[in-house]
């Protein structure tokens, strides 16, 4: 990736540890406050947002909580042309666990604001999205690519229901996928590990 590394995880993909001590003891200040699990950075021209899908213990992800508050302030006094947020549970997502609307204040925020990239897990599997509209509407001026990329060292599952704008969608191929951010663009390529061959990639402007 251009500019630096997204290989980091996220505080709620370790909530089964107490405190997520793991996490915070492993990247320390570069993962803000452990009271919160959310923040932000700056990798060359983009602005990355880190949020927490865990919305309990930093008092919900609705709009109006803290962490939806935060979001919008953010990345209102961010200059940057481009924005990527990644957290752990999607938004929108045809594998086994599926879309929730828990998240659309998250979305609703970032698409005001005018993001480009969400990444995601949780579902083990990968999947690509059109851009799209916090209620799962095609938009190609404004809207959102989610990426789910659930394809590491866990047994992968069977996609359930399929979603409106899922472009492309694998499961039982674990890899990873490798972002280039550019200034003005981002590049996506799905690597497939050894031996498979499945893969995705593209290249999109930022809005």
């Known amino acids: ?19 997520a001590s793991g996490y915070y003891g492993y990247y320390g200040p570069a993962a803000g406050d452990p009271k919160q699990g959310y923040y932000s950075y700056d990798l060359g021209a983009w602005h990355i947002v880190v949020l927490n899908g865990n919305c309990s213990p930093v008092g919900g992800c609705g709009a109006g909580s803290p962490q939806e508050k935060w979001l919008r302030a953010d990345l209102a006094a961010s200059p940057a042309k481009c924005t990527l947020a990644y957290w752990h549970q999607p938004r929108f997502s045809s594998g086994e666990h599926g879309s929730t609307s828990t998240y659309k204040p998250f979305w609703q925020a970032l698409y005001d604001l005018g993001a480009d990239v969400v990444v995601n897990g ?18 190609a001026s404004k809207g959102i690519r989610a990426f789910v990329v659930g394809t590491g060292g866990a047994g992968q599952r069977a996609f359930s229901t399929i979603r409106a704008n899922s472009e492309v969608r694998n499961t039982g191929t674990f890899g990873v996928l490798r972002l280039t951010l550019r200034p003005a663009s981002y590049d996506w390529e799905f690597l497939p590990v050894a031996g498979k061959t499945f893969t995705d990639k593209g290249t999109t402007a930022c809005h």
Do not use: K
């Open 122 to 139: 949780h579902d083990h599997d990968y999947e690509r999205f059109a851009p799209q509209d916090p209620s799962g509407v095609a938009d």
């Open 1 to 19: 990736m251009a500019g630096g590394s997204l290989v980091r995880n996220d505080p709620a993909a370790t909530a089964s540890t107490s405190g």
